[in-house]
C-alpha cells in the first residue's frame, strides 16, 4: 500500500493524503468557501497550480485575494494567456512570444502576419471582447510536461518560429511545461489558476501598443507589444484608471512646462536643462540637505568626473558594469582634413557613473586611525551613466544626474549604530518633504556577488539589527525582505515613498559593504597597531536631485511648499493707480527673503488669477485703489477652496517669512 503524504498548513495541523491529492482537494476538504476562494497554492515556498498534484511530503499554503501580492501576479499573468488566445483567434498567423505580468498589469509580444503589419490601439476594444469571451467560455489551465524536442516539433508545426528558437536553449535538464486551455497551448513555466473562468471580465483593460524588439535586441525582428492592465475586480480597476488619470495631470514633464522649471532636447539627451526657477527648487533643496548633513557631522568633499579605467578595474566596475559607462579615450583629437578624430591607441578613461571609488582614494590619503572613524564622506556628485534612449524618461531617468551621495566609512562595531542613526536623518528629511508614509526592504544577496557567505551573513543581519534598533522593522513601515535583490558587493536597505496618489517611489538606500575597501587598498590603524580594513556604508537619502524633484513635483502637483516653491508671490494690481504701492509691496516681501513678483499689466484681474494659478504659484497678493490707500492686501492662497483674506501689508510679510522658512529652521 502506498504510503500517504502529510501535508502540514499554516496553522501547524497535518492531514494525511493519497498520492495524487492536490492542493484544491485539501481545500475543498477544508470547506466549500475555502474551496471557491482558493486561487494557487504554495507548496514548500514555491507558488503551484492549484490543481497541481503533492509530490511528497509538504508544507502547504492556500492563496486566496487577500494574498494580494501573489494573487494579482496570478491574475495578470494568466489574463497574458488569454490575451495571447485571443489575438491568435482573431489574427490567424499570428506568432506568440513572451507575455509576462508587470508592476501593474501584463503585456504579450507578437509577431503579426505581413499581410496585416504591427497591430494598433484601434484594434484594442476588439482584442478585449474576444478576451472576455475566453474568459466566458471557463476553460481548465491545465499543466502538461514536455521533452523539449517535442516542444519544438509542436511549435515548428503550427509556424511558431520564435517559441521554437526559445525552447532549445533552455537548459537541458529543465523541467518544460505547457499550459493548455481547451485546443490552445503555450509554453509558460506556470502556475496560472485553474481555469479561466476565475478571471474577472471586466477587471482589465488593454491600454497602449508600442514595439519591441525579439529578445531586447535591436538586431532582431520587430515585434507588437501590447500592454494591458490587470486586477482582482473591477473596483480595484477602476481606482487604478483613477490613478492613471490623475498621474497624468502630475506628470512632472507637463507641469515642468508649464511653470517654466526645466526642458530636455536631442541635443542632449538625458541630460536636463534647469531654467532659473526650476534650478531655485534645486538650489533650496541642496541648501536644506547641506545644512542637515553639515549637523549630522558629514564632511562635504568633491572628487573628479574622469578617471582612468584602471581605477575601475580595480573597483570591480568596469567588468560588472562597463556597458553603463562613457568611456573617454585619453588623446587629443586630430584637426587634419580627412584623418582619423581619434586613433584609438590612448588609454581608456571613464565618467563616473558614481562617486564610490573616489571617496576611497580621498580616504586613503593619509593614515587612518580608529578614533577618527566613524568618517562620513559626503558630495553631491555628478555622474554620468549611459542609459538606453528608450529607457530615459523625463528628469526621472536621466544620463547625467546629481545624487546626494554619502559614504560612512567605520569600524564593524559601529555598523549598526551607524545605520539607525541614518535611518533617524532619513525618517526626519523625508517628513520634512511631506512624506509622511514609506516603506522599508532589505534586499539580500544575489547569486552573482564578491564576498563570503560569512560576510554576506553578517552584513544582513546588521542592517535588520540597525531597523530594528530605529524601531522601524515592523509592519508600519512595510518591512520586507527581498531574496536575491542585493548589490552584487552588498545587501542593502531600500526606502520606498508613497506619494499623494499612493504611488511608491523607491529613493532612498545603505549599504554595508566590506569589499571595495579590500579591493581599493582602504585601512585604519586599529587599537591593536595593526592595519584593519574599514567597513562602508553606502548610502542616498533623495537618490538623486533630478529623479526626486520629480517626485516632488508630481506629488505636489506643482503646488509645492511655500519654501520650495521658485515663486512664492505675485502682487497683482487691478487699477494702474496701484501700480506704486505693488512696487513697494513686492520690495518689501523682497527685502524680508520673500520670492516675490509685481504684475503691473494691463490686463483684467481675473486674467491674471488664472494664469498665476496655472502657474502654481502660492500667493496672488492682489492690490487696488482702496488697499493702496489702506495698506492692505488682498491674500488669495493657490487652490480653488481657499479663502481671499485683506490683511494688513506687516501682517502678509510675517505670515509669509514664517511660512517660507525651511522646515529644518523653524522653532518648535
Known amino acids: 500500500m502506498t504510503k500517504p503524504f502529510q501535508i502540514r498548513l499554516p496553522d ?20 466549500p468557501g475555502l474551496a471557491k476562494a482558493a486561487l494557487a497554492a504554495r507548496v514548500d515556498g514555491e507558488v503551484r497550480d ?57 503585456y504579450y509580444d507578437f509577431a503579426p502576419t505581413p499581410e496585416h503589419g504591427p497591430f494598433t490601439e484601434e484594434e484594442l476594444p476588439l482584442i478585449e471582447d474576444e478576451m472576455r469571451r475566453v474568459i466566458a467560455r471557463d476553460e481548465a489551465l491545465v499543466r502538461e510536461v514536455w521533452t523539449r524536442d517535442q516542444v519544438r516539433a509542436f511549435f515548428e508545426e503550427q509556424g511558431e518560429a520564435f517559441k521554437a528558437e526559445w525552447v532549445m536553449e533552455l537548459p537541458a535538464d529543465e523541467t518544460i511545461t505547457m499550459y493548455r486551455s481547451g485546443g490552445w497551448v ?63 495631470k502630475r506628470d512632472h514633464r507637463k507641469i515642468g512646462q508649464e511653470m517654466d522649471l526645466f526642458h530636455l532636447q536631442p541635443e542632449a539627451q538625458g541630460s536636463v536643462f534647469w531654467h532659473a526657477k526650476g534650478f531655485l527648487i534645486w538650489r533650496q533643496l541642496e541648501s536644506y540637505m547641506r545644512r542637515k548633513l553639515d549637523a549630522a557631522g558629514y564632511d562635504e568633499v568633491k572628487s573628479p568626473q574622469l578617471m582612468d579605467a584602471r581605477l575601475w578595474e580595480a573597483s570591480g566596475h568596469w567588468g560588472k558594469y562597463r556597458e553603463n559607462m562613457f568611456v573617454v579615450p585619453d588623446e587629443v583629437p586630430g584637426t587634419e582634413e580627412g584623418a582619423p578624430v581619434l586613433t584609438g591607441k590612448g588609454d581608456l578613461m571613464a565618467l563616473k557613473p558614481m562617486n564610490c571609488p573616489a571617496h576611497v582614494q580621498i580616504f586613503r590619503q593619509g593614515i587612518k586611525s580608529y578614533r577618527d572613524l566613524p568618517l562620513r564622506m ?57 512624506f509622511a508614509t514609506y516603506e522599508i526592504k532589505l534586499a539580500l544577496r544575489p547569486d552573482q556577488r564578491f564576498g563570503s ?50 504611488r511608491t517611489w523607491q529613493v532612498g538606500t545603505i549599504q554595508a559593504d566590506t569589499v ?44 509645492f511648499p511655500l519654501w520650495l516653491a521658485p515663486v512664492q508671490a505675485v502682487v497683482a494690481t487691478i487699477v494702474s493707480d496701484a501700480d506704486d504701492y505693488a512696487r513697494e509691496v513686492a520690495a518689501k516681501l523682497q527685502a524680508a527673503g520673500i520670492r516675490a513678483e509685481a504684475d503691473l499689466r494691463n490686463e483684467k484681474i481675473n486674467y491674471k488669477v488664472r494664469e498665476h494659478s496655472l502657474a502654481k504659484v502660492p500667493y496672488l497678493l492682489v492690490v ?34 514664517a511660512e517660507a522658512t525651511p522646515p529644518d529652521s523653524r522653532w518648535s
Open 12 to 31: 501547524g495541523s497535518v492531514r494525511e493524503v493519497a498520492p495524487g491529492t492536490t492542493p484544491a482537494d485539501v481545500a475543498a476538504a477544508i470547506g
Open 50 to 106: 492549484i490543481t497541481r498534484p503533492f509530490e511528497g511530503d509538504a508544507e502547504l499554503a492556500l492563496i486566496t485575494s487577500r494574498d494580494e501580492k501573489d494573487a494579482l501576479e496570478l491574475v495578470r499573468h494568466d489574463y497574458a494567456h488569454v490575451l495571447a488566445e485571443a489575438v491568435q483567434n482573431l489574427f490567424p498567423g499570428t506568432q506568440i512570444t513572451f507575455g509576462p505580468a508587470t508592476e501593474d498589469g501584463f
Open 186 to 248: 503555450d509554453l509558460c513555466r506556470g502556475p496560472h489558476l485553474a481555469s479561466t473562468g476565475k478571471l474577472d471580465p471586466q477587471a482589465f483593460k488593454l491600454t497602449r501598443v508600442s514595439g519591441a524588439y525579439w529578445r531586447g535586441d535591436q538586431k532582431n525582428a520587430m515585434l507588437s507589444r501590447i500592454y494591458g492592465t490587470g486586477w482582482l475586480n473591477r473596483k480595484q480597476l477602476q481606482e487604478h484608471l483613477t490613478r492613471v488619470e490623475e498621474a497624468a
Open 378 to 434: 559626503a558630495e553631491f556628485g555628478c555622474c554620468h551613466r549611459n542609459e538606453p534612449h528608450g529607457a530615459l524618461h523625463g528628469i526621472m531617468r536621466v544620463r547625467q544626474f546629481t545624487q546626494d551621495d554619502a559614504h560612512i566609512f567605520c569600524r564593524a562595531d559601529q555598523v549598526v549604530e551607524e545605520v539607525r542613526m541614518f535611518c533617524d536623518l532619513l525618517d526626519g528629511i523625508y517628513r520634512d518633504l511631506g
Open 453 to 502: 557567505n560569512e560576510d554576506w551573513d553578517r552584513a544582513e543581519q546588521e542592517l535588520r539589527d540597525a531597523v530594528a534598533l530605529a524601531g522601524r522593522a515592523t509592519a508600519d513601515f512595510g518591512w520586507e525582505e527581498l531574496p536575491g535583490e542585493g548589490a552584487f558587493y552588498a545587501p542593502k536597505l531600500e526606502f520606498h515613498l508613497k506619494d499623494a496618489i499612493g
Open 516 to 559: 571595495l575597501p579590500d579591493r581599493l587598498d582602504a585601512t585604519y590603524v586599529g587599537e591593536d597597531g595593526q592595519k584593519h580594513r574599514p567597513v562602508m556604508l553606502h548610502r542616498a537619502i533623495l537618490g538623486t536631485f533630478e529623479r526626486f524633484i520629480g517626485i516632488l513635483i508630481e506629488h505636489h502637483a506643482g503646488r
Open 624 to 657: 487696488g485703489k482702496r488697499e493702496a490707500e489702506e495698506g492692505t492686501l488682498a491674500v488669495r492662497p493657490l487652490g480653488t477652496d481657499a479663502r481671499q483674506e485683506v490683511l494688513a501689508l506687516d501682517a502678509v510679510v510675517a505670515r509669509l517669512k
